[in-house]
């Protein structure tokens, strides 16, 4: 396999992880926006996010068969035309829409992630394997990042989240371009290479690309197929129930209910988060094939435990925003309401001057003493507890970036058979979008 090739295929991969990333985090800044212009109720936000990881499912269902037996290079193209036509149902303008574009986009994700990550395993021998791999996921948090981004430049803009969902079309025209240049199949470049270069697991026996599998070879214990379905599908549940998915849909909902106040300033603490994970993915990129799988997912999932306990234990202390993520209603969380001080049903400037005197008079005491209760009550501490919990949510971030984000990914595109990869793939990833949506779905009613 040539330099250029090797070269091309690294650019289609990280741009694959590109879009996925930035369509995942375009939502949570669009979603401040399309909750004022459309009036959404907690459960049609709900299903704004979720529409996207129910066309996930879909796909996961029917995408191992189609990349099986269609080829990843085709599967790859078929998501480019997906996201171009998604894209543009989601500039109508209106409700029913942005729930099909959403599906459509969400469908040709998954195609993509699950065809990229085959795809780019089987052009490159094992010990390249890793980092070719994880640049689709450094290509997911990079694209996480620039939605971020896009969020924060455009949250004050009229209709702006037209525009963030619009700007996925500049990376999925250049992948639909690059991917023409590839090979239409890696069976090409697996000729070219040793057995040991075509799978890690092909010392036991398994790999044959010329073998044909059923999808029922999955549970069967023969080549221990069904233990490493149960692995896949463990790792994949596990890093759903986490609550990343929440981290990233929801990260400007999360950062009004800690205290950031404003749009802009909410989303700009998501791209804090953005930079952050991007910057954990490329270290684990240099060391996944130097430290191993196993350790980064181990040393991730234990940093991820100690900082998750650090935030429940602290969530009591912590000072949280008193609007609720389902109220629908315009709210300008930056400016304060003068009481209106309402006795019986006149308010204090209904009354008579020298009772309304009175009235704000005592008020004014009471305002005193409750504010003195404040300053010598622990509550007066709870920014500094804000910030700690911030650190620690950037600290879960980071470790799942190192273990169990691109590590999953990495494993599952080992561990199963060429012939049968694609449907392993998708069978496992069906788990994976269904716990993601279980997730997703139920988090603002939480929150309320």
């Not at 029922?216 to 197929?225: G, P, Y």
């Not at 130097?290 to 997912?297: I, Q």
Request: charged share 10%.
């Amino acid at each position: 396999m040539g330099i250029s090739t090797l070269l091309l295929a690294s650019v289609v991969s990280s741009l694959g992880g590109l879009v996925y990333g930035y369509e995942l985090g375009i939502i949570s800044g669009a979603l401040l926006q399309l909750k004022a212009e459309f009036s959404l109720s907690c459960v049609q936000q709900e299903a704004a996010v979720s529409s996207l990881l129910v066309g996930a499912l879909l796909a996961s269902i029917v995408g191992g068969c189609l990349i099986d037996h269609r080829g990843r290079r085709n599967s790859i193209l078929l998501s480019n035309v997906l996201i171009l036509a998604g894209s543009l149902v989601l500039l109508i303008g209106s409700f029913s829409a942005l729930l099909v574009g959403r599906m459509t986009v969400g469908f040709a994700m998954c195609i993509s992630s699950m065809s990229c990550c085959i795809f780019v395993s089987e052009l490159v021998p094992p010990e390249r394997r890793g980092f070719l791999v994880t640049l689709y996921e450094a290509g997911i948090t990079v694209g996480i990042l620039a939605a971020y981004t896009m969020n924060y430049f455009l949250s004050d803009c009229n209709r702006g989240w037209k525009w963030m969902f619009g700007l996925a079309v500049v990376p999925t025209v250049i992948q639909l371009v690059s991917i023409c240049f590839l090979p239409s199949s890696t069976q090409e470049s697996l000729s070219q290479s040793s057995q040991s270069e075509t799978d890690l697991m092909s010392s036991d026996g398994v790999e044959n690309k010329k073998v044909q599998y059923s999808s029922m070879f999955l549970f069967q214990r023969k080549d221990n197929m069904r233990t490493r379905t149960v692995l896949g599908l463990g790792l994949v549940l596990f890093q759903q129930f986490t609550g990343q998915p929440n981290v990233l849909f929801y990260a400007s909902t999360i950062f009004h209910s800690v205290g950031f106040q404003s749009n802009s300033s909410a989303v700009l603490a998501s791209v804090g988060l953005g930079s952050i994970k991007v910057i954990a993915t490329l270290t684990s990129m240099l060391f996944s094939d130097r430290v191993g799988r196993r350790p980064l997912l181990i040393s991730g999932c234990s940093v991820m435990a100690l900082g998750l306990i650090t935030i429940g234990l602290l969530s009591g202390y912590s000072e949280m925003n008193a609007e609720r993520p389902c109220n629908s209603d315009s709210f300008n969380i930056n400016t304060t309401d003068l009481p209106h001080l309402a006795v019986s049903n006149q308010t204090l400037f209904d009354r008579p001057l020298e009772e309304s005197q009175s009235l704000f008079n005592n008020h004014a005491q009471d305002e005193d003493e409750v504010l003195d209760t404040l300053a010598s009550s622990p509550g007066v501490h709870g920014t500094a507890v804000n910030w700690i919990i911030l650190v620690c949510m950037m600290a879960v971030v980071s470790a799942y970036s190192v273990g169990f984000g691109p590590m999953t990914w990495l494993l599952l595109s080992e561990i199963f058979p060429a012939a049968i990869r694609g449907r392993a793939f998708a069978f496992i990833n069906c788990f994976n979008w269904a716990a993601n949506l279980l997730v997703t779905f139920t988090f603002l009613n939480f929150i309320d």
